[in-house]
């Protein structure tokens, strides 16, 4: 988990680096918002330490010739493989998204959209076939801030 986005864009970037030292080419290293906002936040910051960023759209293949690390977000994932995927921003307020929690009626709802992230991030991490990061760049979510899960990731 990292503190701050200056501290999370930092760690992507290292990371990202030592993909790279493994051989990993850009084309197949994926990162990963829940919201289109954060993926484009991202992609801006990738972009302006002079890293070439190709962003999935929905509805469109993915044309691996082109050069430049993926970016997307979770739900646009689905059904993709990547040798490393980073899933950024996997905050409290976004994963899931407040906004859902709140209007929820009932206790089963919010039962059934906590389900469904998390479901979501479980689909989103397993688009790895060799290396996953996963950050925060604030309060991380409770669907990783568990004690079992911050246990296996360190």
């Known amino acids: ?6 501290a999370q864009t930092k760690a992507l970037i290292e990371w990202i680096e030592d993909c790279k030292n493994k051989r990993i080419e850009e084309e197949d290293i994926c990162i990963l918002a829940r919201p289109n ?4 936040a991202a992609a801006d910051a990738l972009q302006a330490k002079g ?10 293949a993915d044309d691996r010739s082109k050069s430049g690390l ?7 994932s689905k059904g993709l493989e990547f040798a490393a ?4 921003d996997v905050n409290d307020g976004i994963v899931p998204p407040r906004r859902a929690l709140d209007v929820a ?17 479980h689909v989103s991490a397993t688009r790895a076939k060799k290396r996953l990061f996963v950050s925060s760049s604030g309060m991380p ?11 296996a990731a360190e």
């Open 37 to 40: 906002e954060l993926v484009r």
């Open 141 to 151: 979510s409770d669907i990783i801030a568990q004690p079992n899960l911050r246990a």
């Open 70 to 76: 993926r970016l997307g977000t979770m739900h646009r």
């Open 1 to 6: 988990m990292i503190g701050s986005s200056d």
């Open 85 to 88: 995927v980073a899933m950024v």
């Open 51 to 60: 890293y070439e960023v190709v962003v999935l759209k929905r509805r469109t």
């Open 105 to 121: 009626a009932d206790p089963a709802i919010r039962r059934s959209i906590l389900d469904a992230d998390k479901s979501l991030l």
